[in-house]
């Protein structure tokens, strides 16, 4: 894992970030200040970057590659999307992470710190906090609905009828 400090010049957002669904949604000058506290994280794969009980380090973007979570040792979830979130319940909640992930190909994320709340400016803390809650609960009510959905069919197959 290599991870380098996001160069970024005032003024010139790429779009490739811009872009993102999480920051396409924040007012420019947000993401300008949150930018300063942003990185950009290499993975080879195979290589396990969250850690089931490890600490909450930041909050993971994908940006390229696929991305196997587990837990227990069994594989829940695979995501493979450009701007899917990985770490966010951990840097939400502040706690230790409840997951293994692991990049399944040579892949790169984007990590804000986890202590970007505590840098920025108070003007800029409110409109990220409250962009990112609502899309985290969007996201979040989403997963929940995909999980039920896949819960609802396991237990229907296992009813068995003589």
Same mark, same amino acid.
Request: aromatic share 8%; no cysteine.
């Given at each position: 894992?290599?991870?380098?400090?996001?160069?970024?010049?005032?003024?010139?957002?790429?779009?490739?970030?811009?872009?993102?669904?999480?920051? +396409?949604?924040?007012?420019? *000058?947000?993401?300008? %200040? #949150? /930018? =300063?506290?942003? $990185?950009?994280?290499?993975?080879?794969?195979?290589?396990?970057?969250?850690?089931?009980?490890?600490?909450?380090?930041?909050?993971?973007?994908?940006?390229?590659?696929?991305?196997?979570?587990?837990?227990?040792?069994? +594989?829940?979830?695979?995501? *493979?999307?450009?701007? %899917? #979130? /990985? =770490?966010?319940? $951990?840097?939400?909640?502040?706690?230790?992470?409840?997951?293994?992930?692991?990049?399944?190909?040579?892949?790169?994320?984007?990590?804000?710190?986890?202590?970007?709340?505590?840098?920025?400016?108070?003007?800029?803390?409110?409109?990220?906090?409250?962009?990112?809650?609502?899309? #985290?609960?969007?996201?979040?009510?989403?997963?929940?609905?995909?999980?039920?959905?896949?819960?609802?069919?396991?237990?229907?197959?296992?009813?068995?009828?003589?």
């Amino acid at each position: 894992m290599q991870e380098i400090p996001y160069n970024h010049q005032r003024g010139n957002i790429p779009a490739s970030i811009s872009m993102i669904p999480l920051f +396409a949604q924040l007012k420019e *000058a947000t993401l300008e %200040e #949150l /930018l =300063g506290h942003a $990185s950009i994280v290499q993975l080879d794969a195979g290589e396990t970057f969250l850690k089931e009980g490890g600490r909450a380090t930041g909050l993971f973007i994908i940006l390229k590659g696929k991305f196997e979570v587990s837990k227990n040792g069994r +594989a829940v979830a695979t995501l *493979a999307k450009a701007g %899917e #979130l /990985l =770490g966010e319940m $951990s840097f939400i909640l502040n706690q230790p992470h409840q997951a293994n992930v692991t990049a399944k190909s040579q892949a790169t994320v984007f990590k804000i710190d986890s202590h970007v709340m505590d840098a920025l400016p108070d003007d800029h803390y409110d409109h990220f906090q409250g962009t990112m809650y609502r899309y #985290l609960t969007k996201l979040l009510a989403e997963r929940l609905m995909k999980t039920s959905e896949q819960l609802t069919r396991s237990q229907s197959e296992d009813i068995y009828y003589l």
